[in-house]
């Protein structure tokens, strides 16, 4: 495989997530977009690390271990947001986020 038919996955990766984003109104699906934008981002990570990037010696571990960060800021955010949604469908009795207009009531 070559680097272009990763960047070819990570680009389909990445418009389904935007689409995903910009399309939908259930906040878990906008969440699930933005999981896929960050899976987009990672394979660009790995890809880019795979075939040498920037260093000139050959691959390096460079993407793997800011790969290994983003998993780990998804998961957080995954956390934080799931809270986000639960708190918003106890207040609101719904998770569609074109209906939630206000954040205090």
Do not use: C, W
Request: aromatic letters at 8%; zero cysteines.
């Amino acid at each position: 495989m070559q680097l272009a038919h990763f960047l070819i996955v990570s680009a389909i990766l990445f418009a389904l997530g935007l689409y995903g984003i910009v399309t939908r109104r259930n906040a878990i699906m906008v969440l699930m977009g933005v999981e896929l934008i960050l899976n987009a981002a990672n394979i660009n990570l790995i890809a880019f690390s795979r075939y040498g990037g920037l260093h000139p010696s050959g691959p390096a571990l460079d993407g793997q271990v800011a790969a290994i960060f983003v998993i780990i800021l998804a998961a957080a955010e995954a956390a934080i947001a799931l809270a986000i949604v639960l708190n918003i469908y106890n207040r609101f009795q719904t998770v569609n986020v074109d209906e939630v207009s206000s954040l205090k009531e």
